[in-house]
């Protein structure tokens, strides 16, 4: 019973530490990409 409970705190870390270095990145990705879309929608509105 130990030696799961280790193995599900490990399996927790992992998920939160990839969460953490991960996450971020992904906001900030789809925000370029919005931010993109929209300068995109705007240029093309001039023409």
Do not use: G, H, V
Not at 16 to 45: G, H, Q, T, V
Request: with cysteine.
């Amino acid at each position: 019973m130990q030696c799961r409970a280790r193995e599900i705190i490990l399996e927790t870390t992992r998920i939160a530490l990839f969460s953490i270095i991960f996450f971020p990145r992904a906001i900030c990705y789809n925000l370029e990409i919005f931010i993109y879309k929209i300068m995109w929608r705007d240029f093309f509105n001039e023409k």
